[in-house]
């Protein structure tokens, strides 16, 4: 199993630029998480999806955050207008719900907005 | 809501000895709390993780102890080694809807 998959792995852009990030989860996992890291404030959650199915979004900083799955082995997280304050490193995990309740974590995405 | 706290932020050890990391958490109905190691600059990794039905949990150098009447839980690793050096983060779950509840995470250092 290639485990969780996060596209980029790196992004710079300019602030007001649009930023999308990708997630492929482990296949047969039927929960995926976006989370968000950063010193200060350490890992957030952001938006999970259980069946492709949005059921949390309330750790969505901002309307200019948002987040879609729109099949079992894809979900994006999309950004727009970025800011610099977005910059973070931004993961994906995700669970099978028949398993041990243990998250895999993709190796995530540093966003860099300048 | 849930909060979990976790103590301390930041623990220093010489190698060899034994670290041990504190987690305090809110709601009684929590039912499973894991452990995920960090290391620099990678993703956190499942570690170890115990159920409320247990009292202790042992993997090798590392256990965990859960003690559901303080409501708290314990990372116990012994005979600590360089590559133990990172940042340990628990977290605690009623399981029913798979959200876990972060502490804010211990940075341990392993000295030489």
């Known amino acids: 199993d290639a485990g969780v998959i996060q596209s980029p792995r790196h992004e710079v852009t300019e602030m007001g630029q649009e930023v999308t990030l990708r997630c492929k989860p482990i296949s047969g996992h039927d929960y995926l998480f976006w989370y968000r890291q950063t010193m200060m404030r350490g890992l957030e959650l952001l938006i999970y999806?259980?069946?492709?199915?949005?059921?949390?979004d309330s750790g969505m900083p901002e309307d200019r955050f948002s987040a879609k799955m729109p099949n079992a082995s894809f979900s994006t997280l999309k950004i727009q207008p970025s800011e610099p304050r977005d910059s973070a490193v931004y993961f994906c995990?995700?669970?099978?719900?028949?398993?041990?309740?243990?998250?895999?974590f993709g190796s995530g995405t540093r966003l860099t907005v300048v | 809501g849930e909060n979990v706290e976790q103590h301390p932020s930041t623990l220093s050890v010489q190698e060899g000895d034994s670290a041990v990391i504190k987690c305090t958490y809110s709601?009684?109905?929590?039912?499973?709390f894991p452990w995920y190691k960090q290391e620099l600059g990678k993703r956190p990794q499942l570690i170890i993780d115990i159920r409320s039905n247990v009292g202790e949990k042992k993997d090798q150098r590392i256990a965990v102890t859960l003690n559901k009447t303080a409501k708290h839980f314990s990372l116990h690793i012994t005979e600590t080694q360089p590559e133990d050096s990172a940042v340990y983060f628990c977290?605690?779950?009623?399981?029913?809807?798979?959200?876990?509840?972060w502490g804010a995470g211990t940075k341990l250092i392993i000295k030489p």
């Open positions: 977290a605690a779950s009623k399981g029913s809807n798979y959200q876990l509840i």
């Open positions: 995990a995700s669970s099978r719900s028949t398993d041990n309740y243990g998250y895999t």
């Open positions: 709601d009684s109905a929590s039912n499973y």
């Open positions: 999806f259980n069946n492709n199915v949005p059921i949390d």
